[in-house]
Every structure is written in C-alpha cells, then in structure tokens.
C-alpha cells in the first residue's frame, strides 16, 4: 500500500530529471531537467519545406515530392533523436505520463500558426488498433490532445478505424507504405460524408506512410484539407 501511494505521488509531483536526477524549477514541471532540456535541439516551425517543415535549401524535399503526399501541411513540435524515442516510450509504457509536458513547449506557437492558416478544423487522432491499445494507460499525444481540448473550440472525431494488428516498427520503409494502404478503413458513417479541415494528430512521423494514408482517406472522403502534427519527426 505504501508502495502504492509513493507511485502515485511520483506520477503527479515529478521532481526530479527522469535523465539525469538532478532537480529544478522545469523538471518539477516536466519531469526533464533544464540542462537536459536544452542539450537537444527543438524545431517547430523553422525549416524551409513547404509541407514537411524539414530543413531544405531548395524548397519542396524530396519526400514531399517523390510520392503523391496527402497532407496538406505537417508541423513537428521536436525533432526525433535518442532522447524525443526516449521520452515517447516512458510516457507509453514506463507510467511517467507527465513527461508528455516535454512536448507542450512551444505547441502554443504551432496552433496558433495553424488557426492562422486554416480558421476552422475538426481534430482527429491516428486511430490504433484494439491489439495495441490496450496495455497503454495513456495516450501517447496528450500533450497536443490536453491543449487542443483547453485552447481551441473544435471537436475530436475518429472518422477511420484501424484494421491491421500488425504494427509498422520493424518493417523496412517500402514495407511499411504497402502495410499501410490495407492498414485502415473509414469507418461507414463516414464514407463520402467529410468536408471541411481535418487536424491529424500523432506521436510520430517516422516514414509517414499511416499519417499519408489516413490523410489520403479523409481526402477521399470530402475533407478539404489535412494538416497533420506530431510530437517528433525523424530528421
Ligand atoms: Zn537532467
Ligand atoms: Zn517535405
């Protein structure tokens, strides 16, 4: 029972660097100390693909512009490394939930650069399967999620289901856009019944193929136009 209470405590009043143990003012808030905090490089809007925001001298990157890309838009809140992984598999699977405060900084700035561009949007998650849910207390993007429900008057709406158990880690890039396109379905009440801007939210943007074929889905379906965010991309 004791055991217990002291876990408890521990997941509302993180106090010190989940990386390093040392504690002050932010990691009694993130539970990630300011040195550690600092020590990554963070991008949000910078960068010069128009779609991607990755880093790109001549405009469109070559991701953007060697597929049919759906998304009309992605931002990023952090650049994935070592220890963005590190973080999104504590908040997972590791009951360190409030860790997800590390992608909370700086997501004012991306919303309000989307309500700039795009007024008005309905949100909705990239849908999991059943399988993989369960075992997982908390949702991975609640960073975006808590803000989006506080801040911005909208709703959360899951157009598409998720049909396939298996999971994307661990298939080679090729692998995961053919898994992909079998991978989900929009769900009946919605088919051909979309319209307007759709805000697709997920943890990570590693190869893109589900947050492609999501967005390629809800087009399909009458949204107008898709802009996708995530707590990392791949570099
Ligand atoms: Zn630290
Ligand atoms: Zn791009």
Not at 102 to 116: A, E, L, Q
Not at 128 to 144: A, D, L, M
Request: glycine share 6%; charged share 25%; net charge positive.
């Amino acid at each position: 029972m004791v055991k217990k209470i002291s876990k408890l405590l521990e997941i509302s009043f993180p106090l010190v660097c989940t990386f390093c143990t040392s504690g002050d003012l932010l990691s009694s808030k993130i539970g990630i100390c300011r040195k550690c905090y600092q020590s990554r490089p963070h991008s949000s809007l910078i960068g010069s693909c128009p779609v991607c925001a990755s880093a790109n001298p001549n405009g469109l990157c070559l991701y953007c512009s060697s597929r049919n890309v759906f998304f009309d838009k992605l931002y990023f809140i952090r650049e994935r490394n070592i220890q963005e992984k590190e973080i999104i598999q504590k908040i997972k699977f590791k009951n360190e939930p409030y860790l997800s405060g590390y992608f909370r900084i700086g997501i004012r700035g991306i919303f309000s650069d989307i309500i700039k561009n795009y007024s008005s949007f309905r949100i909705t998650v990239a849908p999991s399967h059943k399988k993989t849910v369960s075992g997982r207390p908390y949702h991975s993007c609640s960073s975006i999620l808590d803000y989006a429900r506080r801040s911005v008057t909208t709703t959360v709406e899951q157009p598409i289901e998720k049909i396939s158990g298996e999971l994307q880690s661990g298939k080679t890039f090729r692998e995961r856009f053919l898994h992909a396109r079998h991978a989900f379905r929009i769900k009946s009440e919605f088919v051909n019944r979309l319209s307007g801007n759709w805000l697709l939210v997920d943890d990570v943007f590693t190869t893109g193929a589900s947050i492609n074929e999501i967005s390629r889905l809800l087009k399909e379906n009458g949204a107008e136009n898709v802009i996708a965010l995530v707590m990392a991309k791949n570099l």
